[in-house]
Nanobody
Framework: QVQVVESGGGLVQAGGSLRLSCVVSGSIFSINDMGWYGQAPGKQRELVAYITPGGTTNYANSVKGRFTISRDNAKNTVYLQMDSLKPEDTAVYYC???????????????WGQGTQVTVSS
């Protein structure tokens, strides 16, 4: 019913930049928050950033000042601009969207498959 597809991961040197994109499609009535989680090897998945439909943002302390989340509501797309990358940013990044479909009155989180970001020192 709902598909969440990330793109933009890859290998980058420390200090470099990447831009992740995430497109949400399907039987969508409306989308509430959208955001990104990161899961480093051997660690739990943790919130990196999220953004509300009105553009209010929230960031993990570890990425404040380096990452910027944005969204295009008309395209059901969320972005994560990652600057000044560090080796400790290496993780699989998962996009999520809090979606109400055409078939329910409730919102639920839908997840992408993840995109690998590797930062070399």
């Amino acid at each position: 019913q709902v598909q969440v597809v990330e793109s933009g991961g890859g290998l980058v040197q420390a200090g470099g930049s990447l831009r992740l994109s995430c497109v949400v499609s399907g039987s969508i009535f409306s989308i509430n928050d959208m955001g990104w989680y990161g899961q480093a090897p051997g660690k739990q998945r943790e919130l990196v950033a999220y953004i509300t439909p009105g553009g209010t943002t929230n960031y993990a302390n570890s990425v404040k000042g380096r990452f910027t989340i944005s969204r295009d509501n008309a395209k059901n797309t969320v972005y994560l601009q990652m600057d000044s990358l560090k080796p400790e940013d290496t993780a699989v990044y998962y996009c999520y969207a809090n979606v109400r479909t055409l078939f329910t009155s409730k919102f639920a989180n839908y997840w992408g498959q993840g995109t690998q970001v590797t930062v070399s020192s």
